[in-house]
């Protein structure tokens, strides 16, 4: 059974930073891209960053270029998101996904509307507080 787990979310106040994980079971975790999506309330889907876990290759949207960086540990098949200086705009709930695509995954991530990743987890909630 494929499982994404994400957990790290939180209460911050803004400007402070968090690491959210992606927890991985269930597929050959080095086959596959790690995405990260998040939704803030009444607001729709919004792409965030992903990482192909077997080159590396990492994409970040706009909104959080420069304050983010995404990484793996391979040993735990863990994806994590960092996010630094983080603001009131960034609250939503955070969620990981999987393909074995990565154009595919880019393209989720760019139009997250349509978004169609292989697989989805349950999603953490962060809440930056002004």
């Known amino acids: 059974e494929v499982q994404l787990q994400a957990s790290g979310g939180g209460l911050v106040q803004n400007g402070e930073s968090l690491r959210l994980s992606c927890q991985t079971s269930?597929?050959?975790?080095?086959?596959?891209?790690i995405g990260w999506f998040r939704q803030a309330p009444g607001k729709e889907r919004e792409g965030v960053s992903c990482?192909?876990?077997?080159?590396?290759?990492?994409y970040y949207e706009d909104s959080v270029k420069g304050r983010v960086t995404i990484f793996s540990d391979s040993a735990k098949n863990t994806i994590y998101l960092q996010i630094n200086d983080l603001k009131p705009e960034d609250t939503a709930v955070y969620y990981c996904?999987?393909?074995?695509?990565?154009?595919?995954?880019?393209?989720?991530?760019?139009?997250?509307?349509?978004?169609?990743?292989?697989?989805w987890g349950q999603g953490t909630l962060v809440t930056v507080s002004s």
């Open positions: 996904t999987a393909d074995s695509r990565w154009h595919h995954m880019v393209h989720s991530i760019i139009y997250p509307s349509t978004a169609t990743p292989d697989y």
């Open positions: 269930g597929f050959r975790f080095g086959d596959y891209v």
């Open positions: 990482i192909s876990v077997s080159d590396g290759r990492t």
